[in-house]
C-alpha cells in the first residue's frame, strides 16, 4: 500500500457529546491527505477505537453509481487543486453528520453562539445574515460558528451543540479558518431569523419547527438529492432525519427572530433564555451542565474489530471485477507473500507507473512474474507481477452489514466461470428482446394509462451544490443523467422500454411539464 495508506499511521476520529465516535479509515494516499486536512481544520484528535468509516478518492463508474454508497463507506470525487479538496472535505463532513441522524442528530444550516454555558441556534439560508449577526453579539457572547452546527442527542434526552466549519470561507482563496468540533454546549433554543424593522422572539409552533428544521437540513447536507443513494436509501434518511427534528422541535423551543439592521436583537435571546432558566430551576438545573470539552474516556465507542491485525482496507470501483465485485464493496486485503499465491487468487496491487491500486484475479505464475486479468475484462493486463507490487490476497468484502468470503485457487475460478456465463446469457437475453420488440413494451400513449405506481416520471433533486435528475418506474430507479457526459444511463431492464435520446437533458428542465412522459421503445 502506498505510503500514508495504512489505519494504522493515521487513526483520526471524531468524539461526539452523545458518546458516538467515528474513527476515519484511509484506503488510499488521496483520502489520507484528505483526512489530514480535516482534521486540522476540525481539531480532530487521534483516537484508537470505535466505528469505522472508510474513506476513498475514487473516479465513480457512472452506470453504477447508484451503487456506489454504504454505510461503512465515503467516495469523494478525485481531485488535488483547492477547489476539489474543498468538496472533498465538505462531503465528509457531511457524512460524518449523517451517520448521527439514527442517534436523533442532525446537521443544521445556522450559526452557534454560545453565553453562561448554553448555546442558542440562529438558523437561517445562505444571505439571509447568520454571519452577520453571529458578528453584532457583544460580550459575554461567543460566537463558536457562523454557518452550520451539528446538534446530537444524549442518552438522557439533552441536546448538545457542536460547531461545524464554513466551507465557504476556504474557496477562491478566502481566509479558512479551524473550529473546535468536539466542544459541546447544552442547546437552549433554536430561533430562525427574518429580517424585520423591529427585534421580537415569536415561539414556533412544534410542527412548523419540524418543517423549517427539516428545509434547514436539506439546505446544508443536500438531502434528498444525494448523489448515488438509491430511493430506498434516501427514503430512509428522510424518515431518520424527520424523526430527529420531529424528537428536536418536542424538547428544545423555536422561536422566529425577527432582527432589524440596528437594533439588539440579541436582547430577546436574553430574554428567552432567562425564561428557560427559570424553568430549570431545582432538580432540572442539576442535571444541566456548563460548557466543557468531551475528550475523556467516557465517550470512545465501542471497536468494531473489522479487520485482523496488518490487514489493509481497499475500497473497490470500476466494473473490471464485475459481476464477482461490485463498487463500493469494502475488500479485506491480508499481506502474503508470493509463495502463498495460486491461479485464482484475487489480490490487490500497485499499478507500475501512477501506484493506483488495482483488484484483479491472477491467471498465471510463472518464473518472470504473476499475470492478471479482470473477471469482466476481455484480455488480460499487461506486463508481469512482482512480489514488491502486491499488496495482498483479497479474502473478504463487505457491503453495508453484509460480509462474504471472497473465494479463490480453484473454487475462486469456477465460481467466476458460473457468474461471467450467468451474465453472458442475460446480456444475451437482453439483447434477443431488444431486437424483437415484445409486446410489453410501453409506449407514450399507453404509458399513461399505468397505474401510477409503474408510471415511470422524471424527478429532479436539488440542494445547494448538486442537482440530480432520475428516471423511476413506480418506485424504481431506471436510470440516472450524467451532467458530466451529458447523456442518459439506463440499467435493465428498463433499457428496453425506454428511449433514452428522447429524454430530456438538465438544460430543458425548466420547461418540461409532469404530462410529458418519456418516449418509450
Not at 221 to 249: H, N, V
Not at 338 to 365: A, K, N, S, W, Y
Not at 424 to 441: D, E, R, Y
Request: some cysteine; proline content about 7%.
Amino acid at each position: 500500500m502506498p505510503a500514508g495508506c495504512d489505519p494504522s499511521a493515521l487513526s483520526i476520529g471524531i468524539r461526539l457529546a452523545n458518546g458516538q465516535q467515528v474513527r476515519l479509515c484511509p484506503t488510499d494516499s488521496g483520502s489520507a491527505e484528505v483526512i489530514r486536512r480535516l482534521a486540522g481544520v476540525m481539531q480532530l484528535s487521534p483516537v484508537s477505537s470505535g466505528p469505522e468509516l472508510f474513506i476513498t478518492v475514487r473516479r465513480v463508474d457512472s452506470e453504477n453509481r447508484a451503487q456506489n454508497q454504504s454505510p461503512l463507506v465515503c467516495t469523494l470525487p478525485p481531485g488535488t487543486n483547492e477547489m476539489m479538496r474543498v468538496i472533498q472535505m465538505t462531503d465528509l463532513s457531511n457524512a460524518i453528520a449523517i451517520r448521527t441522524f439514527p442517534a436523533g442528530g442532525l446537521l443544521i444550516h445556522g450559526a452557534l453562539a454560545e453565553r453562561d454555558g448554553y448555546g442558542v441556534i440562529l438558523a437561517a439560508p445562505g444571505g439571509t445574515g447568520k454571519t452577520t449577526a453571529s458578528n453584532r453579539l457583544p460580550s459575554p457572547w461567543h460566537s463558536l460558528s457562523d454557518d452550520a452546527t451539528l446538534v446530537v442527542r444524549n442518552g438522557d434526552g439533552t441536546y448538545y451543540a457542536h460547531s461545524w466549519p464554513t466551507w465557504s470561507r476556504f474557496r477562491d482563496n478566502g481566509p479558512g479558518g479551524s473550529w473546535d468540533v468536539e466542544r459541546a454546549v447544552p442547546l437552549a433554543a433554536i430561533f430562525f431569523l427574518s429580517r424585520s424593522d423591529l427585534d421580537r422572539a415569536e415561539p414556533m409552533d412544534a410542527h412548523d419547527a419540524v418543517a423549517y428544521l427539516a428545509e434547514s437540513v436539506h439546505q446544508v447536507t443536500g438531502i434528498p438529492g444525494q448523489p448515488g443513494c438509491t430511493w430506498q436509501e434516501t427514503a430512509e434518511l428522510c424518515k431518520q432525519e424527520l424523526a430527529a427534528a420531529s424528537a428536536l422541535a418536542e424538547t428544545i423551543p423555536a422561536y422566529q427572530l425577527l432582527i432589524s439592521q440596528t437594533g439588539a436583537f440579541w436582547e430577546e435571546i436574553v430574554a428567552v433564555l432567562d425564561q428557560r432558566k427559570a424553568t430549570r430551576a431545582g432538580s432540572e438545573e442539576d442535571k444541566s451542565s456548563p460548557s466543557k470539552n468531551l475528550h475523556g474516556p467516557g465517550f470512545s465507542g465501542p471497536e468494531t474489530g473489522m479487520f485482523g491485525p496488518g490487514h489493509h482496507p481497499v475500497v473497490y470501483s470500476g466494473p473490471s471485477m464485475n459481476p464477482t465485485l461490485r463498487a463500493p464493496d469494502l475488500m479485506d486485503v491480508v499481506p502474503c507473500g508470493r509463495e502463498t499465491l495460486v491461479i485464482g487468487d484475487i489480490i490487490c496491487f500497485t499499478r507500475p507507473g501512477d501506484e493506483q491500486m488495482i483488484i484483479h484475479r491472477i491467471i498465471g505464475i510463472t518464473g518472470t512474474g504473476i499475470r492478471t486479468q479482470g473477471d469482466n475484462n476481455p484480455v488480460a493486463d499487461s506486463g508481469f507481477l512482482h512480489a514488491d507490487q502486491i499488496l495482498g490476497r483479497v479474502i473478504g468484502a463487505t457491503r453495508g452489514n453484509h460480509t462474504r468470503k471472497i473465494a479463490g485457487g480453484t473454487f475462486g475460478r469456477i465460481i467466476h466461470r458460473w457468474m461471467r456465463t450467468r451474465s453472458s446469457v442475460l446480456k444475451a437475453t437482453g439483447k434477443i428482446l431488444h431486437l424483437v420488440k415484445p409486446a410489453l413494451v410501453i409506449t407514450r400513449a399507453s404509458s399513461r394509462l399505468l397505474p401510477g405506481r409503474i408510471k415511470p416520471r422524471i424527478v429532479l433533486f436539488t440542494s445547494r451544490n448538486t442537482r440530480i435528475m432520475r428516471l423511476y418506474f413506480g418506485r424504481s430507479v431506471a436510470g440516472e443523467f450524467s451532467p458530466a457526459r451529458g447523456v442518459w444511463t439506463i440499467r435493465f431492464p428498463f433499457r428496453l422500454l425506454v428511449d433514452e435520446t428522447d429524454l430530456p437533458a438538465m438544460n430543458a428542465l425548466n420547461r418540461f411539464i409532469p404530462d410529458q412522459l418519456p418516449t418509450s421503445r
